[in-house]
């Protein structure tokens, strides 16, 4: 079974550029979340999507962060304008149903903002 | 606001030593996840705790949920080089639909 895909892997930006990441989860996973990911911290969760809509944003700054998941399967996160706090790895997860259930996390995206 | 509080923070040890790291909380969680992160990879599950006072062996791992719910150790026998990575204490927020929350973790680094 193939698991959750990230891309880009690493994503070095100055600082007001726009980024923007993509996930793809695990068939069949009805939810997906967006974590974010400091350096010396555990993940923080942004978002959480049960197919294509939105369960949880209350972490999400809604400034500068929107994702997505329109057809319900994979999804882009985006930041504009970002900032120099905005680095770190940005983590994707998926389960077959919200919680309490086991997720699966991708290999996460690194952002740098330079 | 539900705070998982982990120590140590680092801890570095030779291989074929034991350790013993803590995650700890003043809420009481219905369950209670270990993790274990790898560099550039994402959190991988190792076990869930779910009744108060259960102990879990995962070879030579053995999670411990405390009786009142709210803490949790993990226990390494005989440590090799290959458990070196952050280890991650995480629960659902209460009347959360899916919102992990994650410990800051311990950084363990098991030297041959």
């Known amino acids: 079974e193939a698991g959750v895909a990230q891309s880009p892997r690493y994503k070095i930006i100055e600082k007001r550029q726009s980024v923007a990441f993509w996930c793809n989860p695990i068939s069949g996973h009805a939810t997906l979340y967006w974590y974010q990911q400091i350096l010396g911290q555990g993940p923080k969760l942004l978002i959480q999507?049960?197919?294509?809509?939105?369960?949880?944003d209350s972490q999400l700054p809604k400034d500068r962060f929107s994702a997505e998941r329109l057809k319900g399967v994979d999804s882009t996160l985006k930041i504009q304008p970002a900032k120099l706090e905005d680095s770190a790895v940005y983590l994707c997860a998926s389960s077959l149903t919200s919680a309490p259930t086991l997720s699966y996390f991708g290999p996460g995206t690194r952002l740098t903002v330079t | 606001t539900q705070l998982l509080e982990q120590s140590p923070q680092f801890l570095s040890i030779q291989e074929g030593e034991n350790l013993t790291v803590y995650c700890n909380s003043s809420s009481v969680f219905s369950s209670l996840q270990w993790y274990r992160q790898e560099p550039g990879e994402g959190p991988v599950l190792l076990v869930t705790?779910?009744?108060?006072?259960e102990v879990k062996k995962l070879k030579r791992l053995t999670f411990q949920f405390g009786d009142a719910r709210k803490d949790s150790s993990l226990h390494i026998t005989a440590a090799q080089t290959g458990d070196t990575g952050l280890y991650l204490c995480?629960?659902?927020?209460?009347?959360?639909?899916?919102?992990?929350?994650f410990g800051k973790g311990t950084k363990l680094s098991v030297k041959p």
């Open positions: 999507f049960q197919n294509n809509g939105v369960v949880d």
């Open positions: 995480a629960a659902y927020a209460k009347g959360s639909q899916g919102n992990l929350i």
């Open positions: 705790v779910v009744t108060g006072g």
